[in-house]
Each structure stands twice: as C-alpha cells, then as structure tokens.
C-alpha cells in the first residue's frame, strides 16, 4: 500500500469514528437534559471508546510518519477534531 492509500484511509476511519463519537456526546448530553443519568454513563463509556480509537488511528499514523496536521488536512471536517 502506498504512502497516499494509507493516508486516506487512515482519515477515513478517522472521519467515520469522529461521526459516531459526535453522535454519541450528542445523544449523552440529551440524556442528562432528560435527567437520565445512569444510561448516560453508559453512552459515556462507548464514547470515551470511540475517542481512544481515534487517539489509536492518530498514533498509527504517527508511526507511519504522517503528523496529526497531515491527518486532519484529509479528514471532512479539517479544524473540528479534538
């Protein structure tokens, strides 16, 4: 796989796992508007879990070379990421 492959789809699992993290902090901030506490813990946990998958798609592309400015360049929304 070249250099170029890798990137891209390293900011296409990037965009995919920022969208179901956006979705679930979306859904978790609802649940306390809702007063539900203890099913937003548990929304919570699935997305602290997206958020270390995207730390981990951050750290593969760091040990393949392409910085995080690189990265978020080719991702959808450049500038939005944490």
């Not at 990137?7 to 978790?28: C, H, N, S």
């Not at 508007?33 to 958020?51: F, I, L």
Request: net charge negative; with cysteine.
């Amino acid at each position: 796989m070249e250099r170029e492959q890798i990137l891209a789809a390293l900011a296409q699992a990037y965009d995919d796992v920022y969208r179901e993290y956006q979705i679930l902090m979306a859904f978790g901030t609802q649940l306390l508007k809702d007063g539900k506490r203890e099913t937003y813990h548990e929304v919570e946990w699935y997305a602290n879990g997206k958020s270390c998958l995207l730390d981990g798609i951050a750290q593969a592309a760091a040990a393949l070379g392409i910085d995080w400015d690189e990265l978020i360049k080719r991702t959808e929304k450049e500038g939005v990421h944490p």
